[in-house]
């Protein structure tokens, strides 16, 4: 484990600049058992900044691999009544939420069905709780990593969790002297980045590289955004730590080409997509080769209408703390942090003007990395001219 | 911890013996995050006997500490609404509830002040949880124990953890070829007691030794029970691995004389009552004397009106395997069954007739440690023959 220093630090930054935990806040909070030290940490800061009340939720992968290998069909996507309760409780309260991931379980589901590992999951609470966090605004929310043994693991091939702690800590910025302060002046810089591509009004972006050449048409009320959320209280807080891009919502109708992932993602905690090659036509994915795991996109591609259309376009320069690790997370929050980026699946609201629609709608949204040193990416305006924004992975546009 | 195959045995055990799981119950179970690998087996057993789903629960004794520490006075008693409903879909769906007992942190409390740490309790929630568990009788519920290194500290001054498995294996006779065959027996041979002793119609308890001479009224409708309940569907279960006690509910006016406890024990998690000495008139409490924690058990018989009165007579012979290993556990589950004991406060009705009343009312219930070798316990008829239960420690009632 970390010394209790580090803990103390990386829960303050959470709760500080994370979540901007408000006086009287109830916060809830969902982890793995094996994250504990971490977790009463967190409890700790949370009440020194005022929380009204800490609510602990620890998950466990094991629990539910019981549930998947034996449990009814019709028991695998139920939730139970309890969790609607919570949740209905953190939007009329106003609530704050924190999620850990670093699963210590990656392998948990190994051998399973892999039909019954897709639809085990609490269907209800999750169509809930994206309404709640995405579209009611109500809840100021963060998802942060905690190192464990599993996780380094799956990351290194051994249980170094020392070293999976230090490359965290160095992306969250807890080896600057004062993180808070680096923090600030971080969302401040990627702020600054969002301005000017609004300020430019793009109508597309085009990626060109080794097997990509792809263009991602935008709306005309697509909006590009970084870093900080707002609830529908006015409070701002930063839902990933780390964050390193700057995002917006495509036209889910006008991407056109072929692009090519630059490293290998982890749509579900036990599969990892390598070498993944996707073909575009009117916005559709219409082809989908892979080195390994290429049947695994494909059904999530298939598992509902909008799922093979993208929901966001995301641009991070060279200069990210994630990037420069040089490492495979296999977890979202750090390997979209490490290169451009875009998703298919739903689109984020953030990414289009206040009180606009047009954003792809699906169930599911899974993130891969296609840029880095040797893509090109270029914004091109409603006359067809077309400006630098990054060039051998810097980042170019003034 | 203990081999897979001791871990999968136990949870049989629990599964089978303690909860007696229906094909189609849910399982609620509440335990602490070290406990997890027990957790995991007794999950796997619960769906190898037909659960419908298993919902645990992992509690943080270092998560309350921040929330007795910080929070304000209102939020400390208060229940969160998710609980209630998890409550009442227990109650509705009859659903079986499993609590582990050994807590990882018993001084996790320590140096807060003692008032705040008493009224920390989800109030509500544990009024609803008692009236459905004792009184609405529609749960099978059952409390074993899951050695912690904390516990073992506790109780060994060191964490030897697995010598504290070795003492809970042999107490719920897990070092038995067939533990379920042998709680069989050891289920009737304890029912064959509670028929004797129902047979005689004793009209009070006498108990005679060093510091003690006691006589403990019992009700016309007292009735002595052991080992098992049964829900209002007829399902037999035992709520209590170990037990080793034939039990009963006294007159709560109807206990005089003085007692002297023949065991430490610990009426909260991080206290100990040491020499603890009574005397009652008239079924109450007046006076209370010990080497250690005296003010604690004054505190508790100040709590409520009925703190002062018994709720509780139960018997134990020399042959308890609790009793045998010559340990304080500080942990109820065992101590309770090392030797007889009354305790104070509120009454279990599987003590009276079915649908009596008159036991005594109280929050709280508090088991004390009263016999032993050296302690004679006596029935006594209507008539005022006395005829000898326990001598030097032995059962010689036939």
Redesign the interface.
Known sequence: MPSEDLLRRYAELVVRVGLNLGEGQDLHLGCF?EQ?PL??AI??AA??AG????????S?P??QR??I????DE?LE?T???????LE?MNDRHAALLGLSGNPYPDAFAGLDGDRVARARTKEANRRSMEIVFHEQTVNWCGVACPTEGWAERVFGEPNVERLWELVAHAVRLDESDPVAAWSDHVARLNARAQVLNERRFDAITFRGPGTDLKVGLLPVSRWAAAEHETVDGRRYVPNLPTEEVFTTPDPARTEGVVRATRPFAPLPSVVVEGLELRFEAGRIVEVRAERGADVVRGQLESDEGACRLGELALVDGDSRVGELDTIFYDVLFDENAAPHIAYGFALPEGLEPGADGGNQAETHTDFMIGGAEVDVDGVGADGTEVAILRGGDWVLA
């Open positions: 058992v504990s977790v009463r409890a700790k009440y020194e929380a009204r009340r800490v609510d602990v939720f620890y466990d094991l629990v019981e549930t290998a034996h449990a009814a028991v139920w139970p009544p309890w969790l609607l309760t919570r409780y």
